[in-house]
């Protein structure tokens, strides 16, 4: 074995482990001898093999994406496109983008650079496409002379036919290269000889895209391609720094077409254009924007050019829902807080500034509302009253019949009333959660047992925040009915003439009995199985018909009616947790509320 050898391979093996320097023993370095030896026998059986030991890896300095691809081998180049895959050590987005927050209102127009259209290619040639140096032509002749050939344009545009010469092509269009080809051919051949002329392949260009946007460089593609294409591949326009509005084509240092994307968005337009070879692609900066951030079918960050910076043409742009009535702005105006809330044609005539931000508003006075019809019941659901109706007019409208209506038992389902019964049960919860994970301990026992206890009453919070209230309003007493200003969208709710007394909560077989009069609050629990060994049975909660909510104890003397709800609350350990007092007006709270109990 050659010494020297080894001693630059130990080296290099120091080199690699740069930072991380010790001493070796004569043991280690023997070690790492036989390895290295080991190593140049498989590499010698590898070559043997067919197999190139020159393979590059990747990088052992460099830290490689799973999606990273690995070189070549020496002398060889990869044929296969690489599909996005990132060399080691090669720059990534991530790496060279400075990093931004989300926004909430993208630009309009960013859903052109959604998915993967730029794959989506046609085969055929376009027929308007304009013929460049290198297009390859399929030329038949026959009858008084045969002649058949593939012809190339050349680099002053010509293809060249025996005896008839060259032929100018360039920039003719695809749907007339037989026409063109054919007429020279029978100013020579005037008799007895046919042709057929046929583009067969458009040479693809090379151009450069640059500006604002993800990926500036170099791009291939066909000259019929469109722009969007070539942004497309370059990764988009930059939300924050490029112009939707403002982009130009230049060739030979002079722009020689401008696209605005917005008119191809809003109505379908691009200019009719094609590219040659070195073109480049320039994506101009931003221009002043405004952004419209609520009741618009565009919610979007608008670009404006400076005479289109007025209401009317953001009104264009964002189309507002049909029901607006009032515009809100606010911005600077001369390095001074501006803001105005003006009408929707009033609008129309002012004038943007950049940085300006709109809200279109439903702000309509209420007139007319619905209120709803639930529960026993003749006729339509639904009624349409004035504002400042009240519930006397509209259960005049409402046929009943006395057999099967309570109609004594009236009540309403409101929905500010169960927002307000939420919110109250939210806040009782929140401070229970607070006071379990901010109670004091004095022990290390002590601190095991408030684990537990947490944790059982975190389980009862997330139950208890699932409960939603009923809004319930009680507006009857007897023959007698409140007659109460009405509000939009409540629901009047005429029970039903029952029979039953439901009784549910803490008992072992929840059931609805049939009414007796004779029966006690101690003999409906008894007929659903009794207690469960959770009851609370001092605290059993008796809901009437019309809404009414009345505790009693299993020893009282509750007047109890058809239609009643009999709901037993479970009991409370004190001697196990803390905040008996909390969670036990919570459950509370929970009943009355939406008319369950929750253990």
């Given at each position: 074995m050659n010494v020297n050898k080894y001693l630059g391979t130990l080296s290099l093996t120091c080199m690699l482990f740069a930072g991380q320097v010790f001493a070796q023993s004569a043991e280690q370095i023997q070690q790492i001898q036989q390895q290295l030896s080991r190593q140049s026998n498989s590499s010698n059986a590898a070559s043997a093999s067919g197999i190139n030991p020159m393979q590059l890896g990747m990088s052992p300095t460099l830290q490689a994406s799973s999606g990273s691809a690995t070189r070549a081998s020496n002398g060889q180049y990869s044929s296969n496109p690489r599909n996005g895959l990132v060399l080691p050590g090669e720059p990534t987005l991530e790496m060279v983008y400075p990093l931004q927050e989300k926004m909430a209102n993208p630009p309009f127009a960013a859903n052109l650079f959604i998915g993967g259209f730029e794959s989506e290619r046609v085969s055929s040639v376009n027929e308007n496409y304009l013929v460049a140096p290198g297009d390859q032509i399929s030329v038949w002749m026959w009858g008084a002379i045969s002649f058949s050939d593939v012809v190339t344009v050349d680099s002053q545009g010509n293809i060249f036919i025996p005896n008839i010469g060259p032929i100018q092509l360039m920039n003719v269009p695809a749907s007339q290269v037989n026409q063109v080809v054919t007429s020279r051919i029978k100013s020579v051949y005037t008799n007895d000889v046919n042709t057929y002329v046929n583009l067969l392949t458009a040479t693809?260009?090379?151009?450069?895209?640059s500006g604002p946007v993800l990926r500036p460089g170099q791009y291939a593609g066909q000259a019929t391609d469109s722009v969007l294409y070539f942004l497309k591949r370059a990764g988009g326009i930059d939300f924050l720094r490029g112009s939707f509005r403002n982009i130009e084509v230049i060739?030979?240092?002079?722009?020689?077409?401008?696209?605005?994307?917005?008119?191809?968005?809003?109505?379908?337009?691009?200019?009719?254009?094609?590219?040659?070879?070195?073109?480049?692609?320039?994506?101009?900066?931003?221009?002043?924007?405004?952004?419209v951030s609520e009741g618009a079918r565009n919610s979007f960050t608008f670009e404006l050019k400076g005479e289109d910076m007025h209401g009317q043409t953001l009104i264009k742009f964002a189309k507002p829902g049909d029901f607006v009535s009032h515009v809100s702005v606010s911005g600077l105006r001369g390095q001074q807080h501006f803001a105005t809330y003006s009408k929707l044609q009033d609008f129309n005539a002012l004038v943007l500034q950049p940085g300006d931000h709109i809200e279109f508003k439903n702000d309509h006075e209420v007139q007319i509302y619905p209120i709803n019809i639930a529960g026993s019941f003749k006729g339509e659901s639904r009624y349409m009253v004035e504002k400042g109706a009240r519930?006397?007019?509209?259960?005049?409208?409402?046929?009943?019949?006395?057999?099967?209506?309570?109609?004594?038992?009236?009540?309403?389902?409101?929905e500010s009333v169960a927002e307000q019964q939420q919110q109250i049960i939210n806040q009782a919860l929140d401070r229970l959660e607070r006071s379990i994970y901010t109670a004091p301990v004095s022990s290390t026992g002590e601190g095991a047992i408030r684990v537990q206890e947490a944790q059982l009453i975190s389980d009862f919070i997330a139950r208890a925040r699932q409960i939603k209230s009923l809004g319930k309003v009680i507006v009857s007493d007897g023959p007698n009915v409140a007659d109460i200003l009405l509000e939009a969208n409540d629901t009047i709710v005429i029970p039903a003439v029952t029979d039953l007394v439901h009784i549910g909560g803490e008992v072992l077989m929840p059931q609805s009995v049939v009414f007796n009069r004779d029966a006690n609050l101690e003999d409906y629990i008894a007929w659903a199985g009794g207690f469960s060994e959770r009851a609370n049975d001092s605290r059993i909660l008796i809901i009437r018909a019309n809404g009414m909510v009345d505790f009693y104890d299993i020893d009282d003397s509750a007047d109890l009616a058809a239609g009643d709800q009999v709901v037993v609350l479970p009991r409370i350990d004190a001697k196990t947790l803390q905040a008996v007092k909390d969670i036990t007006q919570i459950i509370y709270q929970i009943a009355v509320a939406a008319n369950v109990a929750l253990n």
């Open positions: 693809p260009i090379s151009l450069y895209v060739r030979n240092g002079e722009v020689v077409v401008s696209v605005d994307l917005y008119d191809f968005v809003t109505q379908g337009t691009l200019p009719s254009f094609s590219f040659q070879d070195k073109d480049v692609i320039l994506v101009k900066p931003i221009g002043p924007t405004v952004t519930l006397h007019q509209v259960l005049s409208n409402v046929e009943v019949d006395p057999a099967l209506s309570d109609f004594k038992s009236i009540y309403l389902l409101r």
